[in-house]
């Protein structure tokens, strides 16, 4: 039901830091667990990190642990991904999605909305 909106991703140096923003319309943001997940190319997509619809619980894939941080402001119908120390292996499109489960929705088939993905690219 709710429509998503990718925005922040660009270019940085390892080491760099990135924020991305993902803007939801309508009013139901707030029932949907949020995820971000990034795509390679030649790869699939995999998951990256994963909030619920409260923001009490989030997940992270072991690659990013410690690095990245995925939050959400619901006043404002937005989830946010902040990325830090950046590695060139980070480079891929990266999307937002919203699960409308209980939990923290950690696969690509839990989702039924999607954002239509922002370019991140990392050089060393």
């Known amino acids: 039901q709710v429509q998503l909106v990718e925005s922040g991703g660009g270019l940085v140096q390892a080491g760099g830091s990135l924020r991305l923003s993902c803007a939801a319309s309508?009013?139901?943001?707030?029932?949907?667990?949020m995820g971000w997940f990034r795509q390679a190319p030649g790869k699939e997509r995999e998951f990256v990190a994963g909030?619920?619809?409260?923001?009490?619980?989030?997940s992270y894939a072991d690659s990013v642990k410690g690095r990245f941080t995925i939050s959400r402001d619901i006043s404002k119908n937005t989830a946010y991904l902040q990325m830090n120390s950046l590695k060139p292996e980070d480079t891929a499109v990266y999307y937002c999605?919203?699960?409308?489960?209980?939990?923290?929705?950690?696969?690509?088939?839990?989702?039924?909305?999607w954002g239509q993905g922002t370019q991140v690219t990392v050089s060393s």
């Open positions: 999605g919203g699960a409308y489960i209980a939990g923290v929705a950690t696969r690509t088939s839990s989702y039924d909305t």
């Open positions: 309508g009013r139901t943001f707030s029932r949907y667990g």
């Open positions: 909030i619920n619809s409260s923001g009490g619980s989030t």
